[in-house]
């Protein structure tokens, strides 16, 4: 499977984005599926996953109630909804495919039998 994600670009603080991650190939439902960013200067945090087989989703505490992860397996897509951006949520942000893990509400996605996409960039201006 590749992905591609596209959707960024620049907002002003409290705007609005949504983040598209389109995959080709076969296989796609089969996955798990998750969005990751990175800031400059910062590690990659995982920010929200949605579980293949029932489509349960999880998030990051630092986005809870602002971002929304859903997926169309009729498009091959996954898509984030980012509300009330805020200028901390600045970052390249990827999406992944993979076997996921929970642990109540902390999950893990493996991405080793996965894809990562490109990225694509958010920039929140204050």
């Known amino acids: 499977v590749q992905l591609q994600a596209s959707g960024g670009g620049l907002v002003q603080a409290g705007g609005s984005l949504k983040l598209s991650c389109a995959a080709s190939?076969?296989?796609?439902?089969?996955?798990?599926a998750g969005w990751f960013r990175q800031a400059p200067g910062q590690e990659r945090e995982g920010v929200a996953c949605i579980r293949r087989r029932d489509g349960r989703t999880y998030y990051a505490d630092s986005v809870k109630g602002r971002f929304t992860i859903s997926r169309d397996n009729a498009k091959n897509t996954v898509y984030l909804q980012i509300d009330n951006l805020k200028p901390e949520d600045t970052a390249v942000y990827y999406c992944?495919?993979?076997?996921?893990?929970?642990?109540?509400?902390?999950?893990?996605?493996?991405?080793?039998?996965?894809?990562w996409g490109q990225g694509t960039l958010v920039t929140v201006s204050s």
């Open positions: 992944a495919t993979g076997d996921l893990s929970t642990f109540g509400d902390s999950w893990y996605l493996n991405t080793a039998s996965g894809s």
């Open positions: 190939g076969v296989f796609f439902e089969s996955y798990s």
